[in-house]
């Protein structure tokens, strides 16, 4: 199904999977409706007594009601046992799966837009629920399908995308392949035409090594491998610059000049956009069918049920999962 855009009415909502209980999932959901709820519909599926004391929500039984909804719209759902803020609960494990699971439930079956993740506790899933899975990422490819999916980071001032992710630094030699990082820089490239609108992207490739090898005095992975990946994605037309040396990539003359920026391990991503915008980065998983994004921080069970949260990321990840949809249903030119 397509989204019409035409007005809120018309909108369809953007599902909202409820997260970790004990962490900040819950309040900054709320925060988030207080915040752009009138401007863009969605709804929160999750149990409503572990919402923050005093918020005013409201039962919705499908996507539609969600669109009128006064108040915070729930897809109530009984987890049972008691939540306690900052004591993550094994006994939530299964609603807090099935949450995740019902979400991207309604986006396939064309009920909702777009799926955004509030933050989950992965050793909690594992305790209650024997959550097989690294990460939110790797569950959602598997609810869909999809054999080769890739995690950008992304804000209004850097886009990132490691090759290799949730993996001891001793195997990223192992796991980084011709395959995969043409994978990765594949899967980029259409996300940025499909889903930011960016009709001709401009990629740059960070090298594994310091000096991205230094001519082989540091490494011979850039030699072996790395150039000729990019030297072949080249010749299909492709616009990559790389590999560079990592430290000289994100500058603010350095950024100008790409689109995207496809890194070789978490780390080297991750640690430039959290530090020019750790509240407002977004984690979105690119080569699924349908849109997610996610706050691009944890559960933070240290200030959970403080109200002292920042919903900052998760504003921006409603904003851009609504602009990702945008994106895909507007005429090409």
Known sequence: ?????NNLVDRLPIAISCGEPAGVGPEIAVAAWQAIGKDIPFLWIGDPTHLPDGTKWQAVTCAADAITATFFPVLQRDFGAPNIAGQPNPKHAQCVIDSIAEAVALVQSGDCAALCTAPIHKQALIDGAHFAYPGHTEYLAALAGSSSVVMMLASDML??????IHIPVVEITQKLTAATLTDTIMITHAALIRDFGILKPRLTVAGLNPHAGEGGKMGDEEIEMITPTLDALRA?????TGPLSADTMFHPAARATYDAAICMYHDQALIPIKTLDFS????ITLGLPFVRTSPDHGTAFEIAGT?????????????MADDMVRARTSPRT
Do not use: Y
């Open 280 to 283: 407002g980065g977004v984690n």
């Open 236 to 240: 299909k037309g492709l616009q990559i």
């Open 1 to 5: 199904m397509t989204p019409k855009l």
């Open 307 to 319: 109200g002292t949260a920042d919903a900052t990321s998760m504003i921006s990840a409603i904003r």
């Open 159 to 164: 886009r990132v995308v490691p090759a290799t």
